[in-house]
């Protein structure tokens, strides 16, 4: 249904209105003047041409047709049920703006779900309808050396840096309270396993088996000493983090790709259905598809992980470690990507700008590198860049730091990952219910494109990775 102003506007959007609008407490003669031969003018056109165009062809026409949004001045009124409201007094008592002042931008169609292309449909469909598991391994799972094969090369660092993401730190670097966080993340202590390799009485022999040994014998005795598995953790008792979901050796066939194919992580960790509301996962139905695995989307790595926020890559000798950290660089900035553009449904972005949004490993037999990934906005433009928190030999000094990394991943799921999953609920939250989108029958795109998003007002409430944060999740 068309709201009067909705109607109004459409039918002279470029009738004067490339001027600037007053803000919304302005309220001049001449804006009263011009409004009065605006509606005259309008109220001529409705007689013979009323608006019959229906909300969501609007919504899915050409990006490239000019827009103009609707401003709220002081006395503009809203119908909601057959009631006027002033959306400023309505904020005032509410502390949200009404959900019809939200109307989608035609920007907003790239963030739609995506029909994956027929061809990469085909191998996974049947004709009864199944997917045999052959099927599965084969579309999903590459062998190493080919999944890696695109990050060997150092100019790869070049193309993703041409894109927009860059393997170094910003001029700002991050927040003082990312800042925090790597430290808070880092000195934690965490309960270690009893009994393991990397027992204190066994641990130098466990080193010297897996030296000039391929990845598969290092992901085989150490890779979980390293990088904890989040749903092993949940089966012996964290049940907070029954709300997570990994994928190992998985290929991200659900994701929208930045540069080049879509990433095949040894190790990635995200947040399943079960994380969010039935509510939530009906205003995310737009963005990721009805049956998730035959959509791409922005909010989705795999059909089953939402929003990832760790990954891990497994790799042999110093010279592959590098190849490792693009591959990280690149799952983890469609990553942060995803939690940008989310947050820019509801004009909220600004609050990640320079913000951990995810975290990285990339390690060997003996070296690990930790890395911190996180966004610089500036308006429309975001950028991606990695934070290096930490690089140690573990076999060093008797193994003084062979748990560090452990620790690390066991606080990032501990402390910081339930308050990043309820920033992302109280985001999805803010997106009105009542908004008539489709989910887009165009192809996947190839590669990203930045986003602008909801023409609405900024959140009132912001929250900060800070201290006080940190002390609340562990309460």
């Known amino acids: 249904m068309l709201f009067p102003q909705e109607q109004n506007v459409s039918r002279d959007r470029n009738i004067k209105l490339k001027q600037s609008f007053p803000s919304p407490i302005s309220n001049t003669p001449s804006i009263k003047i011009e409004n009065r031969q605006l509606k005259r003018k309008r109220s001529q056109n409705e007689a013979t041409t009323p608006s019959i165009i229906p909300f969501e062809k609007r919504l899915r026409s050409s990006i490239s047709q000019p827009h103009t949004e609707d401003t709220a001045c002081e006395n503009t009124v809203i119908d909601i049920c057959e009631k006027k409201i002033d959306p400023l007094e309505y904020w005032t008592r509410e502390l ?62 070049t193309g993703l840096a041409t894109k927009g993401s860059f393997m170094n730190k910003s001029d700002l670097s991050i927040t003082d309270a990312s800042k925090n966080l790597c430290r808070i993340l880092l000195e934690t202590e965490q309960k270690i396993p009893e009994d393991s390799l990397f027992r204190d009485d066994i641990f130098e022999k466990s080193c010297r088996k897996i030296q000039d040994r391929n990845e598969a014998r290092v992901v085989q005795d150490i890779a979980r000493l390293i990088v904890p598995s989040a749903e092993t953790l949940a089966t012996y008792g964290a049940t907070h983090l029954e709300s997570l979901i990994e994928s190992v050796n998985e290929g991200w066939n659900s994701s929208i790709p930045f540069y080049g194919p879509r990433p ?187 986003s602008q998003g909801l023409g609405s007002p900024n959140s009132l409430e912001q929250t900060s990775y800070d201290t006080m944060s940190f002390k609340e999740a562990d309460d």
């Open 264 to 450: 095949q992580p040894d190790y990635s960790v995200g947040f399943r259905r079960s994380a969010f509301t039935d509510d939530q996962l009906e205003k995310l139905t737009p963005f990721v598809g009805e049956i998730t695995d035959t959509f791409a989307s922005y909010f989705i790595a795999t059909w089953q992980i939402y929003l990832p926020f760790l990954t891990s890559e497994v790799k042999c000798g110093a010279a592959a470690l590098d190849t490792a950290d693009r591959q990280n660089a690149h799952s983890m900035t469609i990553a942060v990507r995803g939690t940008v553009e989310l947050f820019r449904l509801v004009k909220r972005e600004k609050e990640l700008d320079r913000e951990i949004l995810g975290f990285s490993i990339s390690h060997d037999h003996r070296t690990v590198r930790i890395y911190g990934h996180y966004p610089v906005i500036d308006k429309e433009k975001t950028t991606f860049f990695r934070h290096p928190i930490h690089t140690f030999d573990f076999t060093a000094l008797d193994g003084k730091e062979k748990w560090t990394a452990y620790k690390f991943t066991k606080n990032i799921y501990d402390i910081w990952m339930p308050i990043h999953l309820k920033r992302i609920c109280s985001v999805i939250d803010d997106i009105p219910s009542d908004l008539n989108f489709e989910v887009s029958q165009q192809s996947e795109p190839g590669e990203s494109g930045l």
């Open 96 to 157: 949200r703006w009404p959900n019809e002042y939200f109307e989608p931008e035609k920007n907003m169609n790239h963030l739609l779900a995506k029909k994956k292309s027929s061809s990469s449909l085909r191998s996974k469909q049947s004709e009864a309808g199944y997917t045999p598991p052959t099927s599965i391994t084969n579309t999903d799972q590459k062998p190493r050396e080919v999944k890696s094969a695109p990050y060997t090369r150092p100019s790869y660092t």
